[in-house]
């Protein structure tokens, strides 16, 4: 029977002929129809994926050389382009679109042979933190079904949380990846701004978004970091930084390190106790075992927020003004007396209610009215953030965060409350603003029966290391649920 920990031990059974990529493939379908109720994925490309399992097993057996990702099943977020595939970033809106190339990231994967199994749910167009903003419905939390998965990624977290698939990719600007990563008590990167390409990911907002990672432990995350990394000609925001050997995790020297953490996120009132008191407890753990801990005075904590939903929504006004109907999509055919009437008519019908409000919020802050009051002002706050992040990085090695203020909360809390929704942002924004890499790791159970666990951050381009301190937490002190 099929068994999965991890991709190295998938390699060594494939290797040993204990399993096969067919066999692989066969289970990840079979546990994708069990488990539809969950609705995290959109489309699943079941015939093409055995079809390049069998290939790749014909391969293996012949003796020829394995890719680095030989037969690894991953499945991409419904805003990240696969040739001659549906992409629709869960949206009425590109109803019906087939990209006409495939995303860097993904050309990156099938050149080391992994296996694309389908496309998960997500919030429309990467808008929400919940998943229950798409148009094929809400996604499922695996562990507690009356709960979100988080989002915009959700269908991405849950495919790994469930078992659909080895590894996913997702999306992150605001969060995308680490909350719902944190809600599902699975392991989500978001890397340095630029380390991979954007090129063929379906822009929300350019200067933030940024495609990530999901999988059940470091190791997997590392090698899928290692393969879809680096430079692209298509993408002039790609890092030029040559690529580390990611996956190549020995453990870090044995000396003290320096940790902060931001004493006003610990002291925030929308923070859970019990996630606050577990935080503390892992803070004096690391102070017990002979490291630096300590609190950093953090004053623009308030800030944040407001910053990024101004300039996040402001670069999606203008992003997303290309879904017009005319080139592809959905569009409305009822007489219209205007192009400017067509215009309306389709972008009203295709956009959901929270994209609708984000394009407005963007188009207001644009406005020659306010574009200095409010744009401006958020940019002069993100050039703030920055000054502090490389202040705060002379002196520590790394930064610990809540993932999220709360565990999963059920389905529907939050909907009526946009401005509480935006809030639960609080903690995971910050990395997006300055660019720096960050990873949520799942250690800790709540006594509601939900897993949490935090963030860690380092300097820009610090992935191996941020990556080895990972694994070395997460080895040392995750809780088993």
Same mark, same amino acid.
């Given at each position: 029977?099929?068994?999965?920990?991890?991709?190295?031990?998938?390699?060594?059974?494939?290797?040993?002929?204990?399993?096969?990529?067919?066999?692989?493939?066969?289970? *990840?379908?079979q546990?994708?129809d069990?488990?539809?109720?969950?609705?995290a994925?959109?489309?699943? *490309?079941?015939g093409e994926a055995?079809?390049?399992?069998?290939?790749?097993?014909?391969?293996?057996?012949?003796?020829?050389?394995?890719?680095?990702?030989?037969?690894?099943?991953?499945a991409?977020?419904?805003?990240?382009?696969?040739?001659d595939?549906p992409?629709?970033a869960?949206?009425?809106?590109?109803?019906?679109?087939?990209?006409v190339?495939?995303a860097?990231?993904?050309?990156?994967?099938?050149?080391?042979?992994?296996?694309?199994?389908?496309?998960?749910?997500?919030?429309? !167009?990467?808008m929400?933190?919940?998943?229950?903003?798409s148009s094929?419905?809400?996604?499922?939390?695996?562990?507690d079904?009356?709960?979100?998965?988080?989002g915009?990624?959700?269908?991405?977290a849950v495919?790994? =949380?469930?078992? &659909?698939?080895?590894?996913?990719?997702?999306?992150? $600007?605001?969060?995308?990846?680490?909350?719902?990563?944190?809600?599902?008590?699975?392991?989500?990167?978001?890397? $340095?701004?630029?380390?991979?390409?954007?090129?063929?990911?379906?822009? *929300?907002?350019?200067?933030?978004?940024?495609i #990530?990672?999901?999988?059940?432990?470091?190791?997997d995350?590392a090698?899928?970091?290692?393969?879809?990394?680096?430079?692209?000609?298509?993408d002039?925001?790609?890092?030029?930084?040559?690529?580390?050997?990611?996956?190549?995790?020995?453990?870090?020297?044995?000396?003290?390190?320096?940790?902060?953490?931001?004493?006003?996120a610990l002291?925030?009132p929308?923070?859970?106790?019990?996630?606050?008191?577990?935080? &503390?407890?892992?803070?004096?753990?690391?102070?017990?075992?002979g490291h630096?801990?300590?609190?950093?005075?953090?004053?623009?904590?308030?800030?944040?927020?407001p910053?990024?939903?101004?300039?996040? $929504?402001?670069?999606?006004?203008?992003?997303?003004?290309?879904?017009?109907?005319v080139?592809?999509?959905? +569009?409305n055919?009822a007489?219209?007396n205007?192009?400017?009437? !067509?215009y309306?008519?389709? +972008?009203?019908?295709?956009?959901?209610?929270?994209?609708?409000?984000?394009?407005?919020?963007?188009? !207001?802050?644009?406005?020659?009215?306010?574009?200095?009051?409010?744009?401006?002002?958020? =940019?002069?706050? +993100?050039?703030?953030?920055?000054?502090?992040i490389?202040?705060?990085?002379s002196q520590?090695?790394?930064?610990?965060?809540?993932?999220?203020?709360?565990?999963?909360?059920r389905?529907?809390?939050?909907?009526?409350?946009?401005?509480s929704?935006?809030?639960?942002?609080?903690?995971?924004?910050?990395?997006?603003?300055?660019?720096?890499?960050?990873?949520s790791?799942?250690?800790f159970?709540h006594?509601? #029966?939900?897993?949490?666990?935090?963030?860690?951050?380092?300097?820009? !381009?610090?992935?191996?290391?941020?990556?080895?301190?990972?694994?070395?937490?997460?080895?040392?002190?995750?809780?088993?649920?």
């Amino acid at each position: 029977m099929f068994k999965y920990h991890s991709i190295a031990q998938y390699h060594q059974d494939l290797l040993t002929g204990t399993t096969s990529c067919v066999e692989a493939v066969q289970h *990840y379908l079979q546990q994708i129809d069990a488990r539809r109720h969950l609705n995290a994925y959109v489309n699943t *490309y079941g015939g093409e994926a055995l079809k390049r399992a069998a290939e790749l097993d014909a391969s293996r057996k012949a003796g020829k050389p394995t890719g680095k990702l030989h037969g690894v099943v991953i499945a991409l977020k419904d805003v990240i382009a696969y040739k001659d595939h549906p992409l629709t970033a869960a949206s009425k809106i590109l109803e019906g679109f087939n990209p006409v190339f495939n995303a860097t990231a993904v050309d990156r994967l099938l050149a080391e042979e992994a296996i694309i199994i389908g496309h998960t749910n997500c919030d429309e !167009f990467a808008m929400g933190s919940t998943n229950e903003n798409s148009s094929y419905g809400k996604v499922l939390n695996a562990l507690d079904e009356t709960r979100v998965p988080g989002g915009s990624s959700g269908g991405s977290a849950v495919a790994v =949380q469930a078992g &659909l698939c080895m590894v996913s990719l997702g999306s992150d $600007t605001g969060g995308s990846v680490r909350q719902p990563a944190d809600f599902c008590g699975v392991v989500g990167l978001k890397p $340095t701004y630029g380390r991979i390409s954007r090129h063929g990911l379906i822009a *929300y907002a350019s200067s933030f978004d940024q495609i #990530g990672i999901f999988a059940a432990n470091v190791p997997d995350v590392a090698l899928v970091l290692e393969v879809i990394a680096g430079p692209d000609d298509f993408d002039s925001t790609g890092a030029l930084q040559p690529v580390d050997a990611y996956s190549n995790l020995t453990p870090l020297p044995a000396k003290p390190l320096r940790i902060a953490y931001f004493k006003e996120a610990l002291e925030s009132p929308a923070l859970d106790n019990e996630i606050r008191q577990s935080i &503390l407890e892992f803070a004096a753990k690391l102070q017990a075992d002979g490291h630096t801990v300590a609190p950093v005075e953090f004053e623009y904590l308030d800030f944040i927020v407001p910053a990024y939903y101004i300039l996040t $929504t402001a670069e999606a006004s203008s992003n997303l003004s290309r879904y017009d109907g005319v080139k592809y999509g959905h +569009r409305n055919l009822a007489k219209n007396n205007s192009l400017t009437d !067509f215009y309306c008519a389709t +972008r009203s019908e295709g956009f959901g209610w929270e994209v609708k409000r984000r394009i407005m919020l963007g188009t !207001f802050v644009l406005s020659a009215g306010y574009y200095d009051a409010y744009f401006t002002k958020a =940019q002069q706050v +993100r050039k703030l953030l920055v000054d502090k992040i490389n202040l705060i990085f002379s002196q520590f090695d790394t930064i610990l965060l809540p993932t999220a203020p709360s565990t999963a909360f059920r389905i529907g809390e939050k909907t009526e409350d946009p401005i509480s929704m935006y809030l639960a942002d609080i903690f995971t924004v910050f990395s997006n603003l300055t660019g720096i890499p960050t990873i949520s790791i799942p250690l800790f159970w709540h006594s509601n #029966g939900m897993p949490y666990g935090v963030q860690i951050m380092t300097n820009q !381009f610090s992935e191996l290391y941020l990556l080895q301190l990972s694994q070395l937490w997460m080895q040392q002190f995750r809780h088993a649920g």
